[in-house]
């Protein structure tokens, strides 16, 4: 019986993706790169950008306008190169980090946004540019597996409340992905919208995020867990909730992918072979501590325990005088503010569009599945695998296949070891 919920799990999986991926695509704007070229504060009009795509394709050409903005429509999510023409730039500037060609990776429904500082000629440290230079295989290596690790812990986040959920009720919760949605929308209404600095907002969609979450339980999903509904049509439930909320957000928020008003196109710095813009390391300081901090709190204090206890048996548990309704409660609140923590990250990553969180929620599930279900650490070690293969498996295979490789190298890895990496073993009949 459980295996057949397993396939059947798996089976309804693919049809709610595979519809969802056909009625949100007409919606959904296209994806671009997109620029700003400043010295200092002041714009720069009149430069010609180039963008192509691996195979030396022509994409398109752009002029930067008066306020120094420039946009080109891609076909498709993948990877680019985007030159700046040098000749075009006004007399007197020149490009301050000498790299006039770029690779930048467009996400599904992404607008990326590409940097090329300016400053004035014969600062320190430049030469004549010349022609634009392709970036050397090295340099594209390490910035794969920096953006591979930046990617992980956003989804690392996501998959460790996915985790806990299913852990402690047994819940495949598809509506996931609409709480890292909210906690993007959230933080681009306080932020853009009402006016507050991106951090204060970050902090507040957080907290919405963490509500909602209780929220979602005291009166949704507890009641029909009180009323002992199982587990198949639960999950049924939740994608019939996931359509509607998604549906809800495009209403509201528009099918166009928008960007936080802080810190957008903000320059790298060069930490040896890796060149990282300061926002990103800031974000990963950030899921790193929120990792770790729930991950100690599982394990070293006694709400941690109980909720362990939980999830190993909510009979026994119960039994013992936990509470096994407030521990679920527990857990539901903080699923929702890793989720909407997740969005805050991702939304900084990337533009923030109504879709973000159902585009990343079948490589959450992979991470959570690979990792091993119901374990916090199998969730990172899971998010590690997947976020690095989607990234460097563009070394070797076209960019719109990577999120296909990451889910054989799941294939592959379950067949070997069913349970997920840090997962245990257990009876099924």
């Known amino acids: 019986m459980r295996r057949a919920v397993i396939m059947l799990t798996a089976f309804l999986a693919c049809v709610m993706l595979s519809f969802g991926v056909g009625a949100t695509s007409a919606w959904a704007e296209g994806e671009a790169l997109q620029g700003t070229l400043k010295n200092g504060d002041a714009p720069v009009a009149g430069v010609k950008i180039s963008a192509f795509t691996q195979d030396g394709a022509s994409v398109g050409v752009a002029t930067s306008d008066a306020q120094g903005k420039w946009t080109i429509a891609v076909p498709g999510p993948g990877q680019y190169r985007v030159d700046l023409d040098v000749s075009s730039l006004p007399s007197g500037l020149t490009l301050t980090n000498n790299r006039p060609s770029l690779t930048p990776t467009v996400a599904d429904g992404q607008a990326r946004n590409v940097l090329f500082p300016l400053g004035a000629a014969g600062a320190a440290g430049q030469n004549n540019p010349g022609a634009p230079k392709a970036p050397s295989s090295f340099?594209?290596?390490?910035?794969?597996?920096?953006?591979?690790?930046?990617?992980?812990?956003?989804?690392?986040?996501?998959?460790?409340?996915?985790?806990?959920?299913?852990?402690?009720?047994?819940?495949?919760?598809?509506?996931?992905?609409?709480?890292?949605?909210?906690?993007?929308?959230?933080?681009?209404?306080?932020?853009?919208?009402?006016?507050?600095?991106?951090?204060?907002?970050?902090?507040?969609?957080?907290?919405?995020?963490?509500?909602?979450?209780?929220?979602?339980?005291?009166?949704?999903?507890?009641?029909?867990?009180?009323?002992?509904?199982?587990?198949?049509?639960?999950?049924?439930?939740?994608?019939?909730?996931?359509?509607?909320?998604?549906?809800?957000?495009?209403?509201?928020?528009?099918?166009?992918?928008?960007?936080?008003?802080?810190?957008?196109?903000?320059?790298?710095?060069?930490?040896?072979?890796?060149?990282?813009?300061?926002?990103?390391?800031?974000?990963?300081?950030?899921?790193?501590?929120?990792?770790?901090?729930?991950?100690?709190?599982?394990?070293?204090?006694?709400?941690?325990?109980?909720?362990?206890?939980?999830?190993?048996?909510?009979?026994?548990?119960?039994?013992?005088?936990?509470?096994?309704?407030?521990?679920?409660?527990?857990?539901?609140?903080?699923?929702?503010?890793?989720?909407?923590?997740?969005?805050?990250?991702?939304?900084?990553?990337?533009?923030?569009?109504?879709?973000?969180?159902?585009?990343?929620?079948?490589?959450?599930?992979?991470?959570?599945?690979?990792?091993?279900?119901?374990?916090?650490?199998?969730?990172?070690?899971?998010?590690?695998?997947?976020?690095?293969?989607?990234?460097?498996?563009t070394l070797w295979i076209p960019s719109e296949l990577k999120t296909v490789g990451a889910l054989a190298v799941l294939i592959v890895i379950l067949l070997f070891r069913p349970q997920g990496i840090l997962g245990r073993r257990t009876r099924i009949g």
């Open 139 to 393: 340099d594209r290596y390490a910035d794969l597996l920096y953006t591979g690790i930046h990617f992980a812990l956003i989804i690392a986040l996501a998959a460790l409340g996915v985790s806990l959920i299913f852990g402690t009720t047994g819940l495949t919760n598809f509506a996931h992905g609409e709480l890292v949605t909210f906690g993007a929308l959230m933080t681009f209404l306080f932020n853009v919208t009402i006016g507050l600095p991106l951090i204060l907002s970050g902090l507040i969609a957080v907290v919405i995020g963490a509500v909602a979450g209780y929220t979602q339980d005291r009166v949704f999903w507890g009641w029909l867990r009180r009323r002992r509904t199982n587990m198949v049509t639960t999950m049924i439930i939740s994608i019939g909730l996931s359509l509607a909320l998604r549906y809800i957000f495009l209403y509201f928020f528009g099918g166009e992918a928008k960007s936080f008003g802080e810190y957008n196109g903000q320059p790298g710095h060069q930490y040896g072979p890796f060149t990282i813009a300061p926002k990103n390391l800031v974000c990963d300081v950030i899921a790193i501590l929120a990792i770790v901090g729930v991950s100690w709190a599982l394990l070293g204090t006694r709400l941690g325990k109980a909720t362990r206890a939980v999830a190993d048996n909510p009979a026994l548990a119960a039994a013992s005088g936990i509470n096994v309704d407030r521990i679920i409660r527990l857990v539901w609140t903080l699923g929702g503010g890793l989720a909407a923590l997740s969005g805050v990250l991702l939304g900084t990553y990337q533009n923030v569009g109504y879709q973000m969180g159902f585009q990343i929620l079948l490589l959450v599930f992979a991470a959570v599945t690979l990792g091993g279900f119901g374990t916090a650490w199998g969730a990172l070690v899971g998010s590690l695998v997947i976020g690095l293969f989607v990234q460097l498996s």
